[in-house]
């Protein structure tokens, strides 16, 4: 594995956790600012898809507005839910997740795209890429494009953002975006396209690359393939894919994922009230958990007598601790969480290790290490403290925390398999500040284009 250094760059960003989008809600994003591409269109280039992850724009979406309860980003967790988890056009929360990619792109259009941003502005201004609608790819009245490419609809576009559910389950992600891909291709007449992910973008990327659109946890096809159509949505991904961009994801899941589900979060000093019990019915959280090793355990706790190792993916350690919210005897919570934890577990499995459909693609994978980003959790008498990143005076830092990009570890990041296939980039970036580096920017773009 070749690795690169790049210097500093980039702002810093809050700590954000695996479904730091929703803890952030409040804030609005800046509107995108229309300008001229440098360089005209450049029609033959290969696709470019954007995989963003969690941010607060899409929560403010989601959830219907800046103004509603945290509540409102809660899924369905009743026994009909479970039984349709992995089938995107099940309406968990009275909207199925195929159409949410419409409605999230309709209402950010104008808005950045957390993490991504920079190198779209570089590869329409620069490459003469043209940012298009993923469901409608000849759509192309996007900000970031000339007026005359806005208005032109008889060819498609060349750059995508596809905006998901990333509440919903894993495979129900994958199934859009292979279906989304496959319109992307038929539009465009291209045979492949190359993905760029951020943050949790990346770990429904890699599974389509492994499975496609296929749930294979439970076996199942995506049930978005009809005719033809089907056997191309239900294939591995791989074959359809370039070359892969991956962006401070966590591949080996992530500490603040288990925050999320053990407490509302203290944001401003505003307290996200609700949001435990909204965490609890996302699929997200759970398979975000951080994985196990070989024992079935979890490094996840420190105290002053020392480490502690949870049997995190046994639902009798969340009910003895107290950790699950609400009412903890509940039948109807206990199955979820417990359908829950052996799902995140099988999930973990299926992206285990080397797997030759994945590794037949170039791959960059580029993550932070310059950033105190939270590992564990410390054991008081009051319960579980998760340390602030600027709370480096407190005697257990230093064993709470590990050099990443703030959300992300590096060694995460950075955790794939040594591959023909695979060059690993470390950075001092932020995780959502990547692409304020130019030389990142540059060095992207040469892994894609050159």
Not at 98 to 118: F, I, K, N, S, W
Not at 155 to 177: I, K, N, T
Not at 260 to 275: M, R, T, Y
Request: hydrophobic share 45%; net charge neutral.
């Amino acid at each position: 594995m070749v690795a690169f250094r790049i210097g500093w760059a980039g702002r810093i960003v809050l700590l954000v956790v695996a479904v730091a989008g929703l803890l952030a809600a409040c804030g609005q994003e800046p509107g995108r600012i229309a300008s001229e591409p440098r360089k005209p269109p450049a029609p033959d280039r290969v696709p470019i898809v954007f995989l963003p992850g969690i941010g607060r724009e899409v929560a403010r979406v989601l959830r219907g507005g800046a103004l509603v309860p945290f509540s409102a980003l809660a899924l369905r967790t009743d026994a009909e839910a479970i039984a349709h988890l992995g089938d995107p056009r099940f309406p968990a929360d009275g909207t199925p997740a195929v159409d949410v990619p419409a409605r999230l792109d309709r209402a950010l259009r104008e808005t950045d795209v957390r993490g991504l941003q920079g190198l779209i502005d570089h590869l329409v201004r620069e490459e003469g890429y043209v940012r298009g609608d993923p469901d409608q790819p000849r759509n192309k009245d996007y900000p970031e494009n000339a007026p005359a490419e806005r208005r032109d609809t008889t060819r498609a576009a060349s750059l995508f953002v596809l905006y998901y559910d990333w509440r919903r389950d894993l495979a129900e992600s994958a199934c859009v975006l292979a279906e989304r891909i496959a319109r992307i291709r038929a539009a465009s007449g291209a045979p492949r396209v190359h993905l760029v992910a951020h943050s949790f973008g990346g770990m429904v990327a890699r599974y389509y690359l492994r499975y496609g659109g296929r749930d294979a946890v439970r076996d199942g096809d995506c049930s978005l393939g009809a005719g033809a159509l089907a056997a191309t949505v239900n294939a591995p991904g791989a074959p359809v894919v370039g070359r892969l961009v991956l962006l401070g994801v966590p591949h080996r899941g992530s500490a603040l994922a288990f925050r999320a589900l053990l407490q509302d979060v203290s944001l401003f000093g505003l307290l996200a009230l609700g949001l435990r019990e909204a965490v609890f019915t996302m699929p997200l959280a759970w398979q975000l958990l951080p994985q196990a090793e070989s024992d079935g355990r979890v490094p996840l706790l420190v105290g002053s007598n020392g480490d502690e190792r949870v049997s995190l993916y046994a639902l009798r350690t969340w009910v003895e601790r107290g950790w699950l919210p609400g009412d903890g005897q509940d039948p109807e919570r206990l199955r979820f969480a417990e359908t829950m934890l052996a799902r995140a577990v099988a999930f973990q499995k299926s992206l285990a290790g080397r797997h030759p459909a994945e590794e037949a693609v170039p791959r960059l994978v580029v993550g932070g290490e310059c950033r105190p980003t939270p590992t564990r959790a410390i054991v008081t008498d009051a319960g579980v403290q998760f340390l602030a990143r600027g709370q480096t005076d407190h005697p257990l830092f230093a064993r709470a925390t590990d050099a990443g990009d703030g959300v992300v570890t590096a060694a995460n990041a950075l955790g794939l398999p040594d591959s023909p296939t695979l060059t690993s980039l470390a950075t001092c970036a932020g995780h959502n500040a990547y692409f304020d580096d130019s030389s990142l920017v540059a060095r992207v773009v040469e892994f894609l284009l050159r």
